[in-house]
């Protein structure tokens, strides 16, 4: 059974560009988190995927925006980027029958905002 | 604004020694969660705890959850140096239509030889 898988593990951008991280979410889970982690501190919920549709967000501004496949994967896309912007994003995924709050992450894409 | 502390932030201790790790909460989750996460990985879940003061046991670690539901706590006993890592606390709740989980600032935990 394969695990979620998220890309690029690493990357590094400069203010004001965009970027695009991917997830596979694992086999079976239909839902999908997303989480930012900064440095030093635990992870913070960005938003959650079902169906394709966006059903909940935390707070974290528009240009923080993402998409979900038919096959459950799921994609984190975030304009104008800020130095701020720089942590460790964590995808998470669940299953249908899943306990609330059980979920299985990836190991994360590292962004560097310079 | 739901909040998550633990205490303390940073553990560094000897192996076979015995360790408690506290998470508090100024609000009521419908579950809570303990996640330990090593340098460049996710978290891997733990335990999960839904009735107050319900206690789960695994293997070493011994996890409590407080009668009102807001608090829990963690102890490892005869830690060993595989024990090293960040725990995380964290509390399920609901925002719209999803599940959503609230972590805690984490405890770093070192065991050494």
């Known amino acids: 059974e394969t695990g979620v898988t998220q890309s690029p593990t690493h990357l590094i951008k400069t203010r004001g560009q965009q970027v695009t991280l991917r997830c596979s979410s694992q086999?079976?889970?239909?839902?999908v988190s997303w989480y930012q982690q900064a440095l030093g501190q635990g992870p913070q919920f960005i938003f959650q995927y079902y169906r394709e549709e966006e059903n909940g967000r935390g707070n974290f501004p528009p240009r923080f925006s993402g998409l979900q496949f038919p096959n459950y994967s799921s994609e984190l896309n975030v304009n104008a980027l800020e130095l701020d912007d720089s942590a460790l994003y964590l995808c998470a995924s669940s299953p249908p029958t899943g306990r609330p709050g059980e979920l299985f992450f990836g190991e994360g894409s590292r962004l560097t905002v310079l | 604004t739901q909040l998550l502390e633990q205490s303390p932030q940073f553990l560094s201790i000897q192996e076979g020694e015995n360790l408690t790790v506290y998470c508090n909460s100024s609000?009521?989750?419908?579950?809570l969660q303990w996640y330990r996460q090593e340098p460049g990985e996710g978290p891997v879940l733990l335990v999960t705890v839904v009735t107050g003061g319900e206690v789960k046991k695994l293997k070493r670690l011994t996890f409590q959850f407080g009668d009102a539901r807001k608090d829990s706590s963690l102890h490892i006993t005869a830690a060993q140096p595989g024990d090293t890592g960040l725990y995380l606390c964290?509390?399920?709740?609901?925002?719209?239509?999803?599940?959503?989980?609230?972590f805690g600032t984490g405890t770093r935990l070192q065991v050494t030889l």
């Open positions: 086999s079976g889970h239909n839902t």
């Open positions: 609000s009521v989750f419908s579950s």
């Open positions: 964290a509390g399920a709740s609901r925002t719209g239509t999803a599940s959503k989980l609230t």
